[in-house]
């Protein structure tokens, strides 16, 4: 066999083409799945990306509905605190029309969003006014802002009207469909569009005294939805339970003229969609895909308000949601692409002219050895030393064919072995990234659990105060008309103008710990991706004071720690354009965590502490070149090591005890401060001395420094 394949020469070896070298295939092969891997990861990218798009116009539409809400709640207790003035003075024994008819004047007055106010009383029971059988004391107010009040009879027929009967049959304050009326009152008469919110009053028998009724203008409530749902684009539809408009931005007119909503533009399917989720469901939002009759693509999602069930609706247009995302994808993956080949070729390039450098000695001894092949039978003939030598060199060849064979063998084990590392070190990889995960989640609980304790420690005071408020009255109903000192003293005790002051000032602290919790699990959510929240011109010094409001619980004395010496230095700063919410957990965090410092100085049973009053000093002034804000936040506590100063904003870092902290604060402050405003936050601080945190930020965000003053 060995003298067939040495009697002829090979043939010179030849020019490899490019297109059939390795070099080449390989970098197709490895082009080819890197295309793919960033086809299907740029596919899964976009789907997350429209989810969170989808997420955006749902947190849209939430913010508008709880405005909404918060606005009809105070329309309601007007209504409900000029109903119980009105059953006091009932109680009291009065009985002379102006009285009440300049109640309800001075309260429409005080109202900010009532256009009309009054009560009827039941003709045939007359309890309140007993000398008018069709008393109806009411005021308006006209298009000019002034309030005109009235008394007198009314006509007979308004006790038959919806907004009498209606609420005095539920036996409950309900609002009622918009209405179209001309109004007389007013010099000239003038048209108005609105809705109401009636209810009936009763006194301490039961007994039906009257019904109140408020009126709201709906051209209010059309102003309040004028603005877009998302991206500068959209718009906000207001629709009664029956499908008719309340408010309709991108017409107005046809909410004032009482266009139902399933009459515009070919809604009456989507309308017939949306009662139908918001029965199957248990949840009040969602959101629709909707082609209009003119072929456009829209998503509608939907919200139903809980003082009235009326349907809160936002419109966006598809390519407002998609269309930007889409473009994200297909422009990144194209770059990616021609990144991923460039880097490839050059990559291959490199590896395929090291190959071939390593291995041209081997293939020039290999052409050298073809070359004396031809020779070798005639060597191998001869029986002197030649000879002999030739023979051993091919059984050298021989056994390096052995050796080949072995050593492919070794190499297919060694790969498999590599192959089975490559797959533990991924389950490993995996793991780490799950408990990363867990520690996330614990943080978002942790950061979520300080704004619900903020709202369950109001919610009592607001129990309390209400309380009080309702034995003044019970009060008033046993002692007026002759009012007994005991009845003035328990006024005087109580102060019950201070306590309805500081109840609205307890519920806006209950509403901004609510939307702490969003903004924080935002933030903590977003803590390496794009915000897109929105930036703003704000007062600092409102944020922060809004902020030691939510920790007024714990810088006030307890039986066991003493209170906090807060003071404040404010300078004058001008408005500061930034990211409002996002710098309020900056202060949040780290005030938070200067009480924290201060703990163990404010037991009253160590005497050691008794030297050391706990204090926090806040001061702001502007930077010498006037282009930054400076806002510094000390205490007098503990102070931090320098050995954790050089990790404090690292992610995960803490030194509280397991249970009591994540690590996550201050480096979710630092990226805000320095990533998101372009400031600077530092820390200065030395053990048993204190520990001051420096936040610099620009004034203007977007402007240039010389529009600044």
């Known amino acids: 066999m060995l003298n067939n394949l040495l009697e002829t020469s090979p043939p010179p070896p030849q020019k490899l083409s490019l297109l059939k070298s390795v070099g080449w295939k390989l970098f197709l092969s490895v082009l080819g799945g890197t295309l793919v891997g960033l086809m299907c990861a740029s596919y899964l990218f976009y789907r997350e990306l429209v989810k969170q798009s989808k997420a955006e116009l749902i947190s849209s539409l939430e913010v508008q509905a709880e405005s909404l809400e918060g606005n009809f709640r105070t329309f309601e207790n007007t209504a409900k605190l000029v109903a119980d003035a009105a059953v006091t003075l009932h109680q009291a024994g009065e009985k002379r029309e102006f009285v009440y008819v300049d109640l309800i004047r001075r309260s429409l007055q005080t109202s900010r969003l009532g256009t009309g106010l009054g009560f009827g009383q039941p003709p045939e029971k007359r309890l309140i006014i007993p000398e008018r059988k069709y008393a109806y004391p009411f005021a308006i107010r006209d298009k000019s802002g002034k309030v005109i009040a009235k008394g007198g009879e009314s006509e007979p027929s308004d006790f038959q009207e919806s907004y009498f009967r209606d609420p005095i049959k539920a036996g409950k304050a309900i609002w009622i469909e918009p209405v179209r009326y001309k109004e007389t009152t007013v010099d000239p008469p003038e048209i108005f569009v609105s809705t ?62 009482l266009k139902p909503f399933p009459q515009i533009n070919n809604y009456a399917k989507l309308w017939e969609k949306i009662n139908l989720n918001l029965k199957k469901t248990a949840t009040n939002t969602g959101i629709i895909s909707w082609q209009d009759k003119e072929g456009k693509q829209e998503f509608w999602a939907y919200r139903k308000i809980s003082n009235n069930n ?55 001894e290999c052409n050298l050895l073809a070359e004396a092949s031809a020779k070798s039978e005639e060597l ?70 300080n704004p619900i304790n903020f709202i369950y420690g109001n919610l009592p005071h607001a129990a309390e105060y209400t309380q009080e408020l309702l034995k003044l009255i019970e009060l008033y109903q046993e002692k007026y008309p002759n009012p007994e000192p005991e009845i003035q003293d328990l006024e005087e005790e109580i102060d019950l103008e201070f306590m309805v002051t500081d109840l609205r000032k307890i519920q806006a602290s209950m509403s901004m710990g609510a939307n702490r919790i969003r903004e924080i699990v935002l933030s903590l959510r977003n803590f390496s991706r794009f915000d897109e929240a929105e ?39 001008p408005l500061l354009e930034c990211y409002a919410g996002q710098l309020n957990q900056v202060f949040m965090n780290i005030i938070s965590n200067a009480i924290d410092a201060l703990e163990k100085f404010r037991n009253k049973e160590e005497t050691d502490n008794h030297d ?16 930054r804000a400076v806002i510094k936040i000390k205490d007098n506590g503990c102070g931090i090591s320098d050995e954790h100063k050089s990790k404090l904003f690292d992610p995960f870092f803490t030194t509280k005890p397991v249970g009591k902290g994540t690590g996550l604060g201050l ?7 320095v990533d998101k405003h372009k400031g600077d936050l530092r820390c200065v601080s030395e053990p048993e001395k204190g520990t001051e945190f420096i936040i610099e930020i620009p004034i203007y965000q977007t402007k240039p420094i010389s529009k600044i003053f």
């Open 196 to 257: 109401s919110y009636t209810l009936p009053f009763y006194n301490n028998k039961k007994q039906l005294l009257g019904v109140m009724a408020l009126d709201l203008e709906l051209g209010f409530i059309s102003e309040k939805l004028s603005t877009p749902v998302m991206r500068d684009s959209g718009y906000f539809v207001l629709v009664s339970p029956q499908g008719n408009l309340i408010a309709y931005p991108p017409d107005p007119q046809l909410a004032l003229d």
């Open 380 to 449: 191998m003939s001869r029986e002197d030393e030649i000879g002999r030598l030739t023979i051993s060199f091919y059984n050298l060849l021989g056994q390096v064919t052995v050796n080949e064979k072995r050593l492919r063998k070794e190499m297919e084990k060694s790969a498999k072995a590599y192959q089975a590392l490559q797959e533990t070190q991924a389950k490993l990889i995996q793991t780490e990234k799950m408990s990363s995960l867990g520690q996330l989640v614990a943080g978002v609980a942790h950061e979520i659990n």
């Open 310 to 364: 009326w349907i809160l609706l936002a419109s966006v247009p598809k390519w407002v949601v998609i269309g930007p995302l889409l473009r994200f994808s297909v422009i990144g993956t194209i770059l990616a692409a021609m990144g991923a080949s460039a880097v490839l070729a050059a990559v291959v390039f490199l590896f395929v002219r090291n190959l071939n450098r390593r291995l041209q000695p081997i293939m020039d």
């Open 667 to 673: 480096s979710i402050c630092y990226q805000i401060i």
């Open 612 to 627: 050391r009053i706990p204090t926090i000093i806040i001061y702001t002034e502007l930077s010498a070149d006037k282009s």
């Open 535 to 573: 930036m703003k011109d704000v007062d600092i010094h409102e944020g922060i004071d809004s902020t030691l409001l939510i920790l007024q619980n714990r810088l006030k004395e307890t039986p066991t720690n003493g209170a906090i010496n807060l003071v404040k230095e404010y300078g004058n700063l």
